[in-house]
């Protein structure tokens, strides 16, 4: 078992930033990937950025040169730093950790872009 616990979150005002955090804990095997992902209200949720243990990077398009993840493998935790702040960025924030058939979520983080 995984167990995923998000910080971070929070009200910011347009073209603001905020990092998120998602600490890992149990049985961690050492080749992962870390995801965050993204919902907001009556939407899909969808893919932020993702890393592997290795480092390798995605984004999604409408992220791209203002989000950055990045891990931290000896703390077990992956972070999301987001710059230039939209209120389309508002959302719930979810962590995903994800090894061969497993994949484990957090329970999320609130994510509010508003003036």
């Known amino acids: 078992q995984v167990r995923l616990v998000e910080s971070g979150g929070g009200l910011v005002q347009p073209g603001g930033s905020l990092r998120l955090s998602c600490a890992a804990s149990g049985s961690i095997h050492s080749i992962n990937v870390m995801t965050w992902y993204r919902q907001a209200p009556e939407k899909e949720r969808e893919l932020v950025a993702g890393?592997?243990?290795?480092?390798?990077?995605n984004y999604a398009d409408s992220v791209k040169g203002r989000f950055t993840i990045s891990r931290d493998n000896a703390e077990n935790t992956v972070y999301l730093q987001m710059n230039s702040l939209k209120p389309e960025d508002t959302a719930v924030y979810y962590c995903?950790?994800?090894?061969?058939?497993?994949?484990?979520w957090g329970q999320g983080t609130q994510v509010t872009v508003s003036s």
């Open positions: 890393i592997t243990s290795t480092g390798r990077t």
């Open positions: 995903k950790y994800s090894y061969s058939i497993s994949a484990y």
